[in-house]
């Protein structure tokens, strides 16, 4: 049996430091052979933001693998945000877009995120070329053909809502992982968890969300998904904060198109909670 933490969208400069304590003791206690950390590790992409962030996940007790998530590109150096988008997280580059192989599953990254876009808002998801090809061959390459997963940050589609492909290139994208073999696309950024059945042109692909470990909690409060895999079968459990809910009543039963940041919202400062 195989058992994976995916935890997405903890960021810093607006996180729940006792939901995120709570999550540091849960992979220490239970040591799940990885964690898939499926991006936005912070608010604004600060440097203190981003110096916590990265402390935090390199002190966890597992295995990580971290996409890169819309609000981690430098808000307000524009200059840095072209020329050197992931610099202030150096700290963990070795952990940034990582694969990894574990017992029977193979964990591939997918970037979806994008310095600059033709709309007004880059916070979207973009699927582009470069990017699926680079998965695509990576999934191409890997031995044994295991049971795998691919981590982005944004969904690549609206599912069961009436978007309007707001991840640019994601229906294609999808379609092209459905034919790849992959089982599920992990991912973050709406800050609800759900886990759907999405049918492709190329068959039917699974999609898995996480929920969100910070202060921007929308209908459900702060949690992580555990999978555990085994015999070729993959279980979803939500792990959430404070209480004891069960899994299907924290899911959303649709993919929202959007989780940006809504008015009134908190920002704190880092570890100020």
Known sequence: MTRLFHISDVHFGCEDVQALAWVKDRIAAEKPDAVALTGDLTMRARHREFRAACDWISSLAAPVTVEVGNHDLPYFNLIERFVAPYHRIRGIKRLVERELELPGIALVPLKTTARAQWRLNWSLGNVGDRALAKTLKAIDALPDRPLVLVTAHHPLVEANTRGKALTKGGERALAALAGAGVTAVLSG?????????????????????????????????????????????????????????????????????????????????????
Do not use: C, W, Y
Request: hydrophobic share 35%; aromatic share 4%; charged share 20%.
């Open 189 to 273: 950024h709406v800050h609800d968890p759900f886990d759907l059945i999405k049918e492709t042109a190329n068959g039917p692909i699974r999609m898995i969300g996480a929920g969100t470990l910070s202060l921007r909690i929308r209908s459900t409060p702060p949690s992580f998904n555990e999978l555990t895999i085994e015999g070729g079968q993959m279980q979803v459990r939500v792990r959430t904060f404070g209480e004891a809910i069960p899994t299907p009543e924290m899911q959303v039963s649709a993919v929202p198109q959007n989780a940006d940041q809504r008015p009134g919202e908190p920002v704190a400062p880092v570890a100020a909670n």
